[in-house]
């Protein structure tokens, strides 16, 4: 089944403790990025990555940080969190930055 | 920072009836882009509109570009319950692509039986 996956659902941690995000998917997708989504915000991009090794700043890439090793993977990585990036994540992807893109099922965080 | 705005911000209506809702940006868009999000799970595209002008149906769904390329709306005609739901437009500076896409705060449907 073409899915996106991510881990983990739900996490809650402290200011400070550095945490990472995956995502995953299995489409052979060149076209990955990463979205917050707040109350009366909407989505927020926050960087994406047009294929290995190629990655970009999004709306809000601030206190994050992405890698592209292989072309399934894109993990976020927040370094230091703090309480305002307490949110709910989406990992999106698609064949290129022109065709639908595929959301994965979300990840809840709070920073404490 | 470029912004959109959404309205309503949230509606309430009668299974069967026709729904209307619209997007507005300060800037220009080239690209405009439809999605629906259930609860606990991620957005799905409903339509993607790439000319100003254009009109688009995907089943019960009609969207479209609006002329000055700083708008867009969706119809959703005779809803059903399965329409619950936060609707979101999404607008890029770009041709096609989703780079540097933003996206309006949200409409949330709820659809009376």
């Known amino acids: 089944e073409a899915q996106v996956t991510q881990n983990p659902r739900y996490l809650i941690t402290v200011t400070g403790k550095k945490l990472t995000v995956t995502c995953s998917q299995n489409m052979n997708h060149e076209y990955m990025s990463w979205y917050r989504q707040d109350p009366g915000l909407g989505l927020r991009q926050i960087y994406y990555s047009m294929n290995v090794e190629v990655t970009d700043k999004g709306d809000v890439p601030e206190g994050y940080k992405v890698s592209r090793k292989e072309k399934r993977n894109f993990p976020l990585i927040l370094e230091s969190p703090s309480p305002n990036q307490t949110s709910l994540y989406f990992c999106?992807?698609?064949?290129?930055?022109?065709?639908?893109?595929?959301f994965g099922p979300g990840t809840r965080l709070l920073v404490l | 920072g470029q912004q959109l705005n959404q309205s309503p911000q949230s509606m309430f209506i009668q299974e069967g009836e026709d729904v209307s809702m619209n997007c507005t940006s300060s800037s220009i868009f080239n690209t405009w882009l439809w999605y629906k999000q259930d609860p606990g799970e991620g957005p799905v595209l409903l339509i993607a509109?790439?000319?100003?002008?254009e009109l688009t149906s995907n089943g019960r769904l009609t969207a479209q570009f609006g002329i000055t390329r700083k708008d867009s709306f969706l119809n959703i005609s005779a809803s059903i319950p399965s329409d619950v739901g936060i609707y979101f437009c999404?607008?890029?500076?770009?041709?096609?692509?989703?780079?540097?896409?933003?996206f309006g705060p949200g409409t949330s449907l709820s659809v009376i039986p």
């Open positions: 999404a607008g890029s500076p770009m041709k096609t692509s989703y780079d540097k896409v933003i």
């Open positions: 509109l790439y000319k100003a002008g």
């Open positions: 999106a992807s698609s064949w290129d930055r022109e065709e639908t893109q595929y």
